[in-house]
């Protein structure tokens, strides 16, 4: 057992409240004005969450699955010919690719066909791996997860039942299926509108060049065969992608209202406790006793 391995001293306990305390009014103080403060505060929070996840890292996954085996028998990896070899070559080696371009970014540009140009070129293909794996980690559970459940409950069929065991919620089926047809509407009123909804410039006007009409109708022709129904195919398709499009501002305003509330619990339970409990601790009795002493 290390000399860091037992609990803290009791007038410590609370030494690390205190000190989110301190943080707390040093970022809050940027809402008076931009000062050191709050950037220290701000560097100070997001080097902690770096360096927790490093440790982390290192110690659930760098050391017990790569270099510890590596350390245990070094002459295995020498002699390693098999495919599930490659299953630790291969990190270490893109790892280190990697690192290496990372570092290399920090110094100047390199020349037009240097050895260090190569090197970013190479630590691109790490990079590409991880950002590949994870949107597909996250698109597939996004689809797998919430977008095809949704889906398939929207267009779910109502069960029939026979006659010797009625339906006792006929009322809460029929009352169903308006809701999933609404689901469906707005579900594909936000896929047209993400797809093939109108793009507009930064300051919202629409370019001289861009013809006149408005919205789906003018990818629709105006003049030939079947003109009159591809019209009304693409005035319905606008209408359905204005119905996305305010549905998705909603939603949009929805998470944020939850984002919001939730912030505001986080900050009423925190003063609750700067309030009422951390004056109770020992470590703010010790300060406040040093405080009055000073004082007198």
């Known amino acids: 057992m290390s000399s860091f391995s037992g609990g803290l001293p009791g007038s410590l306990h609370d030494a690390g409240l205190l000190l989110g305390l301190l943080i707390s009014l040093a970022i809050g103080s940027c809402l008076i004005r931009d000062n050191v403060l709050a950037r220290l505060a701000q560097y100070i929070l997001v080097g902690a969450g770096l360096g927790y996840m490093a440790v982390v890292v290192w110690s659930n996954v ?3 699955q790569l270099f510890a085996p590596l350390l245990a028998d070094p002459a295995s990896w020498l002699a390693a010919t098999g495919p599930e070899d490659l299953q630790s070559h291969l990190p270490l080696l893109l790892g280190l690719v ?3 371009g990372g570092l290399d970014l920090l110094f100047k540009p390199p020349g037009k066909w240097s050895g260090r140009r190569l090197l970013r070129l190479l630590a691109v293909i790490p990079a590409a791996i991880l950002a590949g794996a994870g949107l597909g980690v996250g698109l597939s ?5 919430t977008f095809w459940p949704q889906l398939a409950a929207a267009v779910e ?25 609404l689901t469906l509407v707005i579900t594909g009123g936000v896929l047209i509108h993400l797809r093939l909804g109108r793009s507009a410039g930064g300051d919202g006007e629409r370019p ?7 919205g789906f109708a003018s990818i629709v022709p105006q003049a030939g065969p079947g003109s009159l129904s591809r019209a009304a195919f693409g ?22 209202a939850r984002l919001i509330a939730a912030r505001f619990t986080l900050i ?14 020992d470590l703010w009795q010790i300060l406040w006793a040093a405080a009055r002493g000073a004082g007198q």
């Open 235 to 256: 005035k319905v398709l606008a209408v359905w992608e204005g119905i996305g499009r305010r549905a998705l501002w909603l939603a949009a305003g929805m998470i944020f």
């Open 141 to 145: 559970g996004a689809l797998q997860g």
């Open 62 to 64: 760098l050391w017990p």
């Open 98 to 100: 990697m690192w290496l």
């Open 208 to 214: 001289a060049s861009a013809p006149a009409s408005r």
């Open 268 to 281: 009423l339970a925190r003063l609750e406790y700067f309030l009422f409990e951390l004056p109770r601790s």
């Open 157 to 181: 069929l109502p069960q029939v039942n026979s006659p010797a065991t009625p339906d006792v919620s006929a009322g809460g089926g029929q009352l169903m299926w308006p809701l999933r047809l």
